[in-house]
């Protein structure tokens, strides 16, 4: 078991990359706060997954939801030792200039807002407890090597990953280890909004720039959440994985 009694907080662990990673996370031992706007959702997977498992309504651009996460973690489990901040949305794939503000604003909010929040809530934590933690950030090769149409939401993986970076030398000092996963485009909810439409032409124009020749699967991020959250990923921080079959190459 390479998270057995670890606590994690996993938001947006209620579809997509999140409830793959929830599920991995399970099967290694951990309990698990699940934090996601779709409430119901969270409750279904928290009843299957068993009582290793809770699940809060969190909107995670709001700064009273994260404190409302961190207590009912700590009420419900005692402790937190892992944070994967999985949560994140996009504007639909078009022109920069055709992005309305409130689209731009709320993208910001939930992608990059959200690491703030988090490590304002949740490394006093740490640091009480003295033992040292963990962040895993779901950034995307959308900040790495960036696709026409999404602009905005480049930007915003692209601040994760040097934020992520920055966190990790700062918080070095106090064991607290902070990397991220940068995904290729997968089997989520936010597909059809990163190409645009969900056709097969679209498709098929995606998986021809993976040189794996697929997308990702939830599993696939799951597993690098996993290492990265363990031991055995103790000496390994300020880094970036990309799970994304060559996309970056």
């Not at 009582?51 to 973690?73: G, H, K």
């Not at 200039?97 to 993208?107: C, H, K, P, Q």
């Not at 895993?136 to 934020?163: C, D, E, F, H, M």
Request: glycine fraction near 8%.
């Amino acid at each position: 078991m390479r998270l057995e009694d670890k606590i994690a907080i996993v938001t947006g662990g209620a579809q997509g990359f999140g409830r793959g990673i929830v599920e991995r996370f399970v099967e290694e031992g951990a309990r698990v706060m699940i934090a996601d706007l779709n409430d119901e959702a969270a409750q279904a997977l928290a009843r299957r997954l068993g009582p290793a498992v809770r699940a809060i309504a969190c909107d995670v651009s709001r700064d009273a939801d994260w404190a409302r996460l961190l207590e009912e973690t700590l009420a419900a489990f005692g402790r937190l030792d892992i944070v994967v901040n999985n949560a994140g949305t996009s504007h639909r794939n078009r022109p920069m200039l055709e992005v309305e503000e409130a689209e731009f604003d709320r993208i910001y909010a939930v992608n990059v807002k959200s690491i703030y929040l988090s490590a304002r809530h949740c490394v006093p934590v740490f640091r009480r407890q003295g033992a040292g933690g963990v962040f895993v950030q779901i950034a995307s090769t959308a900040g790495v090597r960036p696709r026409p149409g999404l602009t905005w939401y480049n930007g915003t993986k692209g601040a994760v990953i040097v934020t992520s970076r920055s966190m990790a030398v700062e918080l070095a000092p106090e064991k607290i280890r902070v990397n991220c996963i940068n995904p290729v485009a997968g089997e989520t909810p936010l597909l059809a909004t990163f190409m645009g439409e969900d056709t097969p032409e679209r498709r098929a124009q995606f998986v021809a720039s993976i040189p794996l020749g697929r997308f990702s699967t939830p599993r696939d991020v799951a597993n690098a959440a996993l290492f990265l959250a363990s031991d055995e990923a103790a000496f390994i921080t300020g880094a970036c994985l990309e799970v994304d079959g060559g996309r970056c190459v």
